[in-house]
């Protein structure tokens, strides 16, 4: 455990900074399950609609940092394949 009281602050920023890291990283897991799911029953409003909030999300930790950007872009494109082989 620290001793100075800055490294201490600095300890529990970075916790913090975590936790929200995986809790976009789990929201993003959740969502690609949903829109699996949607592409599953063939829905094609209920999969334009889980598409767009997972591509936002995605968006949004890619401009937070919680996800490196090529990761962002491969994450996207994975959830466009599935939305386009579901849409046919």
Do not use: W
């Not at 936790?19 to 699996?36: P, Y």
């Not at 937070?64 to 082989?85: E, M, P, Q, V």
Request: glycine share 4%; no cysteine.
């Amino acid at each position: 455990m620290a001793n100075i009281t800055s490294q201490k602050k600095r300890i529990q920023r970075t916790e913090r900074e975590r936790i929200e890291n995986r809790r976009f990283t789990s929201a993003i897991k959740t969502l690609f399950r949903r829109l699996e799911k949607a592409a599953e029953e063939g829905d094609a409003s209920a999969i334009e609609a889980e598409h767009r909030a997972l591509v936002s999300k995605i968006d949004k930790a890619v401009s937070k940092g919680a996800l490196h950007r090529n990761n962002g872009a491969r994450k996207k494109s994975r959830a466009a394949r599935i939305a386009a082989s579901a849409g046919s």
